[in-house]
T-cell receptor, first 111, second 117 residues
Framework: QKEVEQNSGPLSVPEGAIASLNCTYS??????FFWYRQYSGKSPELIMS????GDKEDGRFTAQLNKASQYVSLLIRDSQPSDSATYLC???????????FGTGTRLQVTL | GAVVSQHPSWVICKSGTSVKIECRSL??????MFWYRQFPKQSLMLMAT?????????EQGVEKDKFLINHASLTLSTLTVTSAHPEDSSFYIC?????????????FGNGTRLTVT
């Protein structure tokens, strides 16, 4: 069983719509969860981090964590073409931020 | 601005040669840095954890004699791909965290695209 599962996509949404990205994980002791955005040919950049159950909002982004169900999601409101990228979810267990990544979901925001 | 700097951003080398990649933490000290590798259309796979002043910890399946890691200072870790082969062609990315706790997010360098001909 994969440790982190994401739908590879592509997920296509029109400009201005809400994009919903989902991720499930198998390690119940995972403590920290992160969403990274990766443009083609570039390294990942941190979008959101979430550590406790519930929602966390930052601008157009909202991360949702449900540890009981072992899923974490990312909502992008008012999607823009510049949001088109691959979104990687990752989790950390223990110290020193050693991350396990999902394979990413490719998001396409269409005009 | 960038908190982790990686150099070079791309390199092309001939099969059998060695390539060194540098990773620097900017304005903070990183006792631990991480080296990842990403093949096309795949996710990031952790190769090794670089520990300042001690030996690196390699993930299962990563040859420590092929991928030499040196973390000689609190701001610099290097990865040397020795005797590179075409199958080593990949995107190598280093990362570091400002803190040591589990809640300290990783920041990534810009990556190095290695092409072995």
């Amino acid at each position: 069983q994969k440790e982190v599962e994401q739908n590879s996509g592509p997920l296509s949404v029109p400009e201005g719509a809400i994009a919903s990205l989902n991720c499930t994980y198998s390690d119940r002791v995972s403590q920290s969860f992160f969403w990274y955005r990766q443009y083609s040919g570039k390294s990942p950049e941190l979008i959101m981090s979430i550590y406790s159950n519930g929602d966390k909002e930052d601008g157009r982004f909202t991360a949702q964590l449900n540890k009981a169900s072992q899923y974490v999601s990312l909502l992008i409101r008012d999607s823009q073409p510049s949001d088109s990228a691959t979104y990687l979810c990752a989790f950390a267990t223990g110290t020193a931020s050693k991350l396990t990544f999902g394979t990413g979901t490719r998001l396409q925001v269409t005009l | 601005g960038a908190v982790v700097s990686q150099h070079p951003s791309w390199v092309i080398c001939k099969s059998g040669t060695s390539v060194k990649i540098e990773c620097r933490s900017l304005d903070f000290q990183a006792t631990t840095m991480f080296w990842y590798r990403q093949f096309p259309k795949q996710s990031l796979m952790l190769m090794a954890t670089s520990n300042e002043g001690s030996k690196a910890t390699y993930e299962q399946g990563v040859e420590k004699d092929k991928f030499l890691i040196n973390h000689a200072s609190l701001t610099l870790s290097t990865l040397t791909v020795t005797s590179a082969h075409p199958e080593d062609s990949s995107f190598y990315i280093c990362s570091a965290s400002r803190g040591s706790g589990v809640n300290s997010p990783l920041h990534f360098g810009n990556g190095t695209r290695l092409t072995v001909t």
